[in-house]
């Protein structure tokens, strides 16, 4: 029998022990749901079983998440309808407490053994290590005999301890807590308890030659480094700092070695919210700090790192603030930079009462899940999606007629004025604005079909016409080639013949297709039978000749809860959809997972079936709101699978959040005056479609560019497009052809003039990333409604970041969470990291890889003050000189006015290096409202003094020319390569290597 140590709580948490004990090895007796042995599951569904914990546990390194739950539900895991497949799956390991296991029946340890072996838990014991200071010299070896004794009942009962976590070994024998009752023999040093230490673990050695040691404290009855206890006066205890390098120095003279050590510190006292008498505010000091500093000290030995997370006002109120608390504990142990081995999460109060299901919002093993979720984002994303979807999406390729046209027109008109203009009018028009590529309407909103189809309604104002075979015939016979837009979210006539088919929102109500006329137009679900429906409906499309299909906006909604979608996430997560989860918890991140898994396979499964039969036809995937990277819904992977993915002009990065960071008012209503580094609009806007042109792994997203009011803009949003790789489509309104048409042909004909003379060189060209930016979805999911964090942790760091490459016109590019688990590619030789401690397994060791190949990491504080006028120009020069410093691989040096965008593009099979140059556009806005204030700022003024030098790596260039200018400039010979003064511009240039 023994007492374990407690913040100022020794006797409630003694009181309590056994019951913990008991209910921790029980709990997992009952991992498999069986109320009993005879209900176990045949030994090779336990193999299998086996085998996806380990595969899924090996991704789940650094951090560990451990558990040990209340002893008051003890026998809650045994039941078969509250499932926690998903913590069970990934829990690296169980505590058990050693009196339990002395107590507990031989049949019950034999049923526990079972199950650790099935799910391949590790398993600690809590034990004392030294448990009675009256024993005196033989303190060690009488208490290694005690607890050996009732240790040996696990292995009596075919088990294995892979680790003892010896709870307060030194304070014991100090007389604080122990068995002891005779004060005068207590022990008065540390090294007369260390040598004991040594006693007790040498013991052990020798009958378990396999158990490794942890050395437990209770870290705030403890002075450390010579500052105060937190729960006493003084160093309370004594001075940890000196006891640990005391127990670890005599352990290494007797050749023995702990394996790591563990924290036990709750919530209340890492943030000095409980007052102590000796102490006026505890607040003020940072105790994390005081954790994180143990923490180094432990790796310095070469010891792992163990913190038990838990909340003391929590395990007396309530499941839900100890759910919260808890987790609040360990965002403020990661806010500080804190990396433990092994997070632990325990509780040894009333609270929480309910252990199970997973899904319950404050269970323990909910609370389990979210820490999971938390410190390993990834894992809100399934692994259910087909093994070979990526690699194929990688060498997805357009068609020349695409790749080969920069600038496209966009044209959209609803049924009545196309049919009153005639689709040969209408192309003409276009044609004549010197387009090559138009796309154009075929089916929008929710009315019925453009041409005879084969299911659903037809239009009955097309009056028997294919007016769709029409508008392809006209587009061809005008030589250009045709995209067709699909409005495929909604259907009248299959919502009225199929009610089930809608999406429905958290609570049960209707989607609403935002566009849909009247407002009882609503979206429809691809995991319904309308998935289908559409698919019949593309292979019409293409059976009329079109060249590409166009999917317009945001496809399903973050969250469906049909039946068909309820159905399907249960088949998959093996639970129900949690529809009451809010926004940013694990729960909604892990429904939203699965809508947006849904896109991506719908998607792919139109695609393979349209291809089947005609595979020269493009899909362009609208990505809609990712640019702007504000919502978890729509991720990387409906990009990947994009062969175009389409974008927007008017998306800023980070713009909502941006705005709601600049309109914060008091109480009363007034502006309150921030001290806020707004980003750069164009900075915003390039950032955004970067996004979206690597995640399709560098193809050139279709953005669509509306609402041009002038020549100027138009010539300025096209530049800006090209510039950063992009397609930019042109939306031209026509109603009247003559008279639109001449319009048209002002406003749009410098464009498309642009367009022709740089496109042959942007054709298969891929931007050159030697730097990367990582963007990451995990990093921002793990801050989903909390509006002041996602912009000061998330957005403001990356707009330092992008401020620093921009200006100093390096080729960069963004990497993805994706791409950064695959490695950089190798191009790179510079990463920047805005969130480095954030990153997960796989990340990391693509990183480390990378820096062993000699790439160069740029690690930033993402809390340093980004978003502070004060602080950024200080952290972004800061940021230039460490870029400086890795410049010696740099094979394209650009210089320029700081506002100036570059982005270079390479063609290896071409032998072609062509770099895309754009003046500053964020003078205007590209908006529905004609607001003055936005659309009619001053233009700035033209770029001068920029040249460009290459290494002489690539050779002597054969020639090099500016594609806008039409004529060839001069290069000179350098020290180190190629120079090149670029003629002065106002708007863009292009200038071209060949060699």
């Known amino acids: 029998m023994y007492i374990t140590s407690g913040t100022g709580e020794n006797v409630s948490k003694a009181k309590c022990i056994l019951g913990i004990g008991l209910f921790c090895m029980l709990a997992v007796a009952s991992t498999l749901g069986g109320e009993n042995t005879s209900t176990t599951v045949s030994s090779n569904v336990k193999q299998k079983s086996s085998m996806e914990a380990q595969q899924i546990r090996s ?49 019950k340890l034999s049923q526990l053994v079972s199950v650790v072996k099935e799910n391949d838990f590790k398993v600690t014991v809590e034990c004392g290590g030294t448990l009675n200071h009256d024993w005196q010299d033989q303190a060690g070896e009488k208490s290694a005999e005690t607890e050996l004794a009732k240790l040996e009942k696990w292995y009596q009962a075919g088990g294995k301890i892979d680790y003892l976590d010896l709870d307060g070994p030194v304070r014991r024998l100090l007389g604080h807590s122990g068995w002891g009752k005779d004060e005068q023999k207590k022990f008065t040093s540390a090294e007369r308890c260390a040598d004991e230490l040594v006693d007790y673990i040498r013991a052990v050695k020798k009958r378990y030659s396999e158990i490794r040691f942890f050395l437990l404290t209770n870290f705030p009855n403890w002075g450390y480094k010579g500052d105060v206890s937190y729960t006493r006066a003084g160093l309370g205890w004594g001075d940890y700092d000196k006891v640990a390098r005391v127990v670890l120095d005599k352990l290494d003279s007797a050749g023995l070695q702990l394996e790591g050590v563990t924290v036990d510190n709750p919530y209340e006292y890492a943030i000095g919210e409980i007052r102590p008498r000796h102490l006026k505010d505890p607040s003020k000091i940072d105790w994390i700090k005081r954790i994180r500093t143990y923490e180094e000290f432990s790796r310095s030995r070469n010891l792992e790192f163990n913190l038990i997370v838990n909340s003391s006002k929590g395990g007396k109120t309530s499941d839900k603030e100890f759910y919260e608390r808890t987790l609040k504990m360990v965002d ?13 999460v325990q509780s040894w109060y009333e609270y929480p009462k309910e252990t199970l299901p997973e899904t319950a919002p404050y269970s323990m093993t909910s609370l389990v899940k979210a820490i999971m979720l938390k410190l390993h984002p990834h894992l ?60 154009r309407i075929f089916l929008n909103r929710e009315e019925g079909a453009w041409w005879p189809s084969k299911v659903g309604e037809t239009h009955p104002l097309i009056g028997g016409h294919d007016f769709a075979a029409e508008i392809v015939r006209a587009v061809h016979g005008q030589d ?49 039978p309308y998935r289908q429906f559409i698919q019949t409906r593309l292979l019409e499309l293409a059976e009329r000749g079109l060249d590409g299909i166009y999917f317009d906006s945001w496809h399903m909604p973050d969250i469906c809860t049909c039946k068909y979608c309820k159905k399907a996430f249960r088949e998959e997560a093996g639970h129900e959809m949690d529809v009451s989860a809010p926004i940013g918890s694990p729960a909604y991140l892990e429904a939203v997972d699965f809508v947006n898994r849904t896109m991506v396979r719908t998607f792919q499964q139109w695609r393979e079936a349209v291809h089947a039969a005609y595979p020269d036809v493009v899909f362009s995937i609208k990505s809609s709101r990712y640019p702007m990277f504000e919502w978890a819904h729509i991720d990387e992977r409906l990009l990947a699978i994009s062969e175009t993915s389409g974008t927007e002009f008017h998306k800023p990065f980070g713009w909502n959040s941006m705005r709601k960071q600049q309109i914060k008012r008091n109480k009363k209503g007034q502006k309150i005056a921030l001290d806020f580094a707004a980003p750069a609009y164009d900075d915003q806007l390039a950032l955004g479609w970067s996004i979206v042109r690597d995640g399709s792994f560098g193809r050139p997203p279709l953005m669509w560019i509306p609402h041009i009011r002038s020549e100027q803009t138009a010539l300025y949003s096209a530049a800006a497009a090209v510039t950063y790789g992009c397609v930019a489509a042109m939306s031209i309104p026509i109603r009247e052809p003559q008279i639109d048409g001449l319009k048209s042909r002002k406003l749009f004909g410098s464009c498309f003039e642009m367009g022709r003379k740089t496109s042959p060189y942007l054709a298969y060209a891929r931007p050159i990333g030697w730097a990367a930016l990582h963007i990451s979805e995990q990093t921002r999911n793990a801050r989903l409604g909390d509006d002041d964090k996602m912009w000061q942790e998330f957005f403001a760091p990356v707009f330092g970041a992008l401020q620093a490459l921009k200006e100093e016109h390096l080729p960069w590019t963004t990497i993805n969470d994706r791409a950064l688990t695959q490695g950089p590619s190798p191009e790179t030789q510079l990463l920047v990291l805005p969130w480095p401690d954030e990153l997960d397994d796989s990340q990391r060791a693509a990183v480390a890889h990378f820096e062993h190949s000699g790439g160069a990491v740029l690690r930033l504080n993402p809390r340093a003050g980004w978003d502070s006028k004060k602080n950024k120009a200080k952290l972004v020069a800061g940021l230039k000189e460490q870029v400086h410093r890795h410049t010696k691989t740099l094979a394209i040096r650009i210089s320029g006015p700081e506002a100036m965008h570059a982005v270079c593009f390479d063609n290896p099979k071409a032998r072609r290096l062509t770099i895309c140059l754009a003046n500053t556009w964020g003078w205007f806005r590209s908006t529905r409202e004609p607001n003055p204030k936005l659309n009619e700022g001053t233009p700035p003024p033209p770029c001068r003094g920029v040249s460009i030098t290459i290494s002489a790596k690539r050779g002597a260039p054969k020639k090099v020319f500016d594609a806008l200018g039409q004529k060839n400039l001069t290069f000179k010979k350098t020290q180190n390569g190629f120079r090149v003064e670029v003629p002065n511009f106002q708007i863009n240039a292009c200038v071209v290597f060949e060699f």
Not at 60 to 87: A, G, H, Q
Not at 332 to 344: E, L, S
Not at 391 to 417: C, D, M
Request: hydrophobic content about 35%; some cysteine.
């Open 59 to 107: 991704k789940l390194k650094d951090p560990e998440i451990w558990m040990c739950v209340n002893s008051k539900s003890t026998f809650d895991l045994l039941s078969r309808s509250k499932d926690w497949s998903f913590v069970r799956k990934r829990l690296t390991g169980i505590k058990l407490y050693i009196g339990v296991i002395n107590q507990a029946p031989a049949e």
């Open 332 to 344: 403020a142990y990661t806010r500080a930079n804190g990396r433990p081995t092994r997070y632990i």
């Open 380 to 439: 809100c994303r399934s692994d259910s999606m087909p093994a070979d979807w990526l690699r194929e999406a990688e060498t997805y390729t357009l068609p020349a007629w695409f790749e080969g046209t920069r600038v496209q027109a966009h044209s959209e008109h609803g049924i009545e004025l196309a049919l009153r203009m005639t689709a040969e009018a209408h192309a003409k028009v276009i044609r004549s604005l010197g387009a090559d590529v138009l796309t």
């Open 480 to 528: 250009m080639k045709v995209i067709g837009y699909f409005r495929h979210m909604c259907d009248a006539a299959m919502q009225k013949q199929h009610p089930d088919w809608i999406c429905r929102g958290p609570d049960g109500s209707p989607t609403l297709e935002v566009r849909g006329k009247p407002t009882d137009v609503f979206v429809l679900c691809m995991n319904s």
